[in-house]
């Protein structure tokens, strides 16, 4: 049985990343996971696929993971694609967050996407590509949108050395680094204790063109997907000014 896998399917990314697979692929079932049980049985009338719904909640990582893996080990199926798109944001200084968020954002950012990357790695073959949403935020560090940056810098260099570590089986890894998206993002981020951290969202870009591209670059093995100039520049900035200069930048303009 040839499948994908997406998680945070319900919404935003995870749901256009869906649309897209399955357009362009011949799977058996596509298996989307997310928190919204209801959201993600929408996607039936919507694929061509058979759709299989795990409602898994990777804020709890552990026993999600585990339920995940129970449900690998009992079909065996031949994972195409993965697609790790769950994650959140919050913005904030180091005093504006709680502890429940801290955690929570390293719980499903970080240490779900990796958790759920091995256990899938078990049944992927020669061909087999991984997707995983990083961020435009992952090339430097943000003041103020510190935890989620972090987390996000995180996810680029797993994913960038998880591609060199599976080169011998033929496994590509992309992480997907978009700037500002016409998502549910900023409804999530801004529910915080400061809310007006963050306000400027120029360039917004729509996550259809977003997917497109990182499909494409996915085929094409590339270990990163970045789509438009601003995220590229600020990629390109991170890497060759000092730290301090881009910081400060940020802190006039975010």
Not at 49 to 67: E, F, G, M, Y
Not at 120 to 133: D, S, W
Not at 196 to 209: A, R
């Amino acid at each position: 049985m040839k499948i994908a896998i997406v998680t945070g399917a319900s919404s935003g990314m995870g749901r256009q990343f869906v649309l897209q697979i399955d357009k362009g692929n011949d799977l058996d079932e596509i298996w989307v996971v997310a928190r919204r049980r209801e959201r993600l049985l929408e996607l039936t009338e919507l694929c061509r696929a058979k759709i299989r719904p795990i409602a898994l909640d990777l804020a709890d990582t552990v026993a999600s993971v585990n339920s995940l893996r129970e449900t690998l080990a009992g079909e065996k199926p031949d994972v195409k694609i993965l697609v790790n798109a769950s994650g959140f944001g919050k913005y904030g200084t180091y005093k504006d967050l709680t502890d429940k968020e801290i955690c929570e954002m390293i719980d499903v950012n970080d240490k779900a996407m990796v958790l759920v990357t091995y256990a899938a790695l078990e049944y992927m073959q020669r061909g087999a590509r991984i997707i995983t949403l990083g961020s435009g935020s992952s090339f430097q560090p943000l003041p103020e949108f510190n935890m989620y940056a972090s987390t996000k810098a995180f996810v680029l260099h797993f994913c960038r050395a998880l591609n060199v570590e599976l080169k011998g089986r033929g496994i590509s890894v992309t992480c997907v680094c978009p700037g500002y998206v016409n998502t549910e993002f900023f409804r999530v981020a801004q529910d915080t204790a400061n809310p007006e951290t963050c306000k400027n969202f120029t360039p917004l870009y729509e996550p259809e063109d977003v997917v497109a591209k990182a499909l494409k670059d996915s085929k094409k093995g590339k270990d990163l997907s970045v789509l438009g100039f601003t995220p590229n520049f600020n990629r390109i900035c991170g890497k060759l000014l000092p730290a301090k200069w881009v910081m400060a930048t940020w802190m006039k303009i975010k």
